[in-house]
């Protein structure tokens, strides 16, 4: 007897409304008639779903086209007022908050330094309360009061915080989330649940937890130098090293760690000391951190008070001086063995997952990107079988440096998308709005990856 689909009418109808949301948002301003074959939908599915979303401020004209003979036809696309987003990268130097339009347009952002505090988790909490607060209130964004929370939102509502951090997240058994960041000091930190408590936002606000890298890797796939690839890896190098893999369109890296912890992977065996305690991580090698210890061991000296970001500027000014002066050896050298871990590291990446495309991120990634790329990639091929390295190409990430927060905001994003423009009713990621389909998937499918 054949089982029967367990997919309800509201099931359809939310499904109809994301994949409309989505060929819009992806593909650009689009009219009634194109949408049809654009989706699948019928006509007449296409106009109710549009009546709908036009009816909750999500979609608006957007100038029309000349048709074959006939009447111009109107063409609609997502209206960027009718949502807002909240980014938070908690960085290894830094806690940076964004507030985004639904373009992703930035509104409003601020910065709080992690200078002598380090990440003790009430100060970190504190830096993003303090962060919310400053950007909802420039970005027009009210606190407070509670918003619709099953139908779409109302115009220029919040659809949800997004917050990436260093470290493994993961659920606790109440379904919040919670942070295991070894090498920050993190042990099961209910992060989700602290930021409840001291951000003043609606009680039914969305906070969407994950991995940095992953954030940055939806970042890079929705917008970046990801876009049309089925396979890639995304790595983010900052203070430590980090990185996703998306495979078949599908994003890996979040909840239990999995390729998130890729600067964990063991390079030299009994080597360099990690910061999580290990011996021979590739982050013991090729983070910032790392790397600026390995300068100073071979002589290297930093500029006084210097930060990481500083300190990589200058190990960079010694290799490659400006003046036209001869290059320090020391710096030469210890950036050329970065670029041989770094390479060796997404070998790994490319043997185990062969991804046709693997971009570097990160604040110090994009930093040392334009002076070791053209080595990492030799080292990567060398250290790569032939075949899966044939395939896959190794660049740069296309964001900057504030990509993981962009990657943040879209986490409520997709979650907003894959709901077909409503807001989540009860703020937990343990649902999702297609049965056994990850919101991540869920969006790549609506923008025609298969």
Same mark, same amino acid.
């Given at each position: 007897?054949?089982?029967?689909?367990?997919?309800?009418?509201?099931? +359809?109808?939310?499904?109809?409304?994301?994949?409309?949301?989505?060929?819009?948002?992806?593909?650009?301003? %689009?009219?009634?008639?194109?949408?049809?074959? @654009?989706?699948?939908?019928?006509?007449?599915?296409?106009?109710?779903?549009?009546?709908?979303?036009?009816?909750?401020?999500?979609?608006?004209?957007?100038?029309?086209?000349?048709?074959?003979?006939?009447?111009?036809?109107?063409?609609?696309?997502?209206?960027? =007022?009718?949502?807002?987003?909240?980014?938070?990268?908690?960085?290894?130097?830094?806690?940076?908050?964004?507030?985004?339009?639904?373009?992703?347009?930035?509104?409003?952002?601020?910065?709080?330094?992690? @200078?002598?505090?380090?990440?003790?988790?009430?100060?970190?909490?504190?830096?993003?309360?303090?962060?919310?607060?400053?950007?909802?209130?420039?970005?027009?964004?009210?606190?407070?009061?509670?918003?619709?929370?099953?139908?779409?939102?109302?115009?220029?509502?919040?659809?949800?915080?997004?917050?990436?951090?260093?470290?493994?997240?993961?659920?606790?058994?109440?379904?919040?989330?919670?942070?295991?960041?070894?090498?920050?000091?993190?042990?099961?930190?209910?992060?989700?649940?602290?930021?409840?408590?001291?951000?003043?936002?609606?009680?039914?606000?969305?906070?969407?937890?994950?991995?940095?890298?992953?954030?940055?890797?939806?970042?890079? %796939?929705?917008?970046?130098?990801?876009?049309? @690839?089925?396979?890639?890896?995304?790595?983010?190098?900052?203070?430590?090293?980090?990185?996703?893999?998306?495979?078949?369109?599908?994003?890996?890296?979040?909840?239990?760690?999995?390729?998130?912890?890729?600067?964990?992977?063991?390079?030299?065996?009994?080597?360099?000391?990690?910061?999580?305690?290990?011996?021979?991580? +590739?982050?013991?090698?090729?983070?910032?951190?790392?790397?600026?210890?390995?300068?100073?061991?071979?002589?290297?000296?930093?500029?006084?008070?210097?930060?990481?970001?500083?300190?990589?500027?200058?190990?960079?000014?010694?290799?490659?001086?400006?003046?036209?002066?001869?290059?320090?050896?020391?710096?030469?050298?210890?950036?050329?063995?970065?670029?041989?871990?770094?390479?060796?590291?997404?070998?790994?990446?490319?043997?185990?997952?062969?991804?046709?495309?693997?971009?570097?991120?990160?604040?110090?990634?994009?930093?040392?990107?334009?002076?070791?790329?053209?080595?990492?990639?030799?080292?990567?091929?060398?250290?790569?079988?032939?075949?899966?390295?044939?395939?896959?190409?190794?660049?740069?990430?296309? +964001?900057?440096?504030?990509?993981?927060?962009?990657?943040?905001?879209?986490?409520?994003? @997709?979650?907003?998308?894959?709901?077909?423009?409503?807001?989540?009713?009860?703020?937990?990621?343990?649902? =999702?709005?297609?049965?056994?389909?990850?919101?991540?998937?869920?969006?790549?499918?609506?923008?025609?990856?298969?």
């Amino acid at each position: 007897m054949a089982e029967r689909s367990s997919r309800t009418v509201r099931d +359809l109808r939310v499904g109809n409304r994301a994949s409309v949301l989505q060929r819009l948002y992806f593909g650009g301003p %689009m009219s009634r008639q194109a949408l049809g074959p @654009a989706t699948g939908l019928s006509s007449g599915s296409v106009s109710n779903v549009v009546a709908e979303l036009t009816a909750d401020g999500i979609l608006e004209e957007a100038g029309s086209v000349e048709s074959d003979g006939g009447r111009p036809r109107t063409l609609l696309r997502v209206a960027p =007022s009718s949502g807002r987003l909240i980014g938070v990268d908690v960085g290894e130097t830094r806690v940076r908050v964004e507030a985004f339009d639904l373009a992703l347009t930035e509104l409003a952002r601020t910065e709080r330094p992690l @200078a002598d505090s380090g990440h003790d988790v009430e100060t970190i909490v504190r830096h993003i309360a303090e962060g919310v607060a400053e950007v909802a209130a420039e970005a027009g964004i009210e606190r407070g009061t509670p918003h619709a929370a099953t139908t779409g939102a109302p115009r220029g509502a919040l659809i949800g915080v997004g917050v990436g951090v260093p470290g493994i997240v993961d659920r606790d058994d109440t379904g919040g989330t919670v942070v295991h960041g070894q090498t920050i000091g993190w042990d099961a930190v209910p992060l989700e649940h602290m930021l409840r408590e001291s951000i003043r936002l609606p009680a039914d606000t969305a906070y969407f937890v994950d991995n940095g890298a992953r954030a940055l890797g939806q970042a890079e %796939m929705w917008f970046g130098g990801g876009r049309g @690839a089925r396979d890639a890896a995304i790595v983010l190098i900052g203070s430590g090293v980090g990185a996703c893999v998306v495979t078949g369109g599908v994003i890996h890296g979040g909840a239990r760690g999995g390729p998130a912890e890729w600067g964990h992977l063991t390079v030299s065996v009994r080597g360099r000391r990690c910061r999580c305690g290990a011996r021979g991580c +590739l982050e013991a090698y090729a983070g910032a951190e790392a790397l600026l210890a390995r300068w100073q061991e071979a002589g290297g000296a930093l500029p006084p008070g210097a930060d990481e970001e500083t300190g990589v500027s200058a190990l960079l000014a010694a290799a490659h001086p400006r003046d036209g002066g001869a290059p320090d050896p020391v710096a030469v050298t210890v950036l050329d063995e970065t670029a041989e871990y770094l390479g060796a590291g997404i070998s790994d990446l490319v043997n185990l997952f062969g991804p046709e495309r693997v971009l570097i991120g990160g604040w110090a990634g994009l930093q040392l990107g334009p002076h070791l790329l053209p080595a990492v990639r030799q080292y990567a091929e060398a250290y790569a079988l032939r075949h899966p390295a044939a395939h896959a190409t190794v660049d740069l990430g296309q +964001l900057g440096p504030d990509a993981v927060t962009v990657g943040a905001a879209t986490l409520p994003l @997709a979650d907003f998308f894959a709901r077909g423009g409503r807001r989540r009713a009860t703020p937990s990621r343990t649902e =999702s709005a297609t049965p056994g389909v990850p919101d991540w998937q869920v969006v790549l499918e609506g923008r025609g990856v298969r």
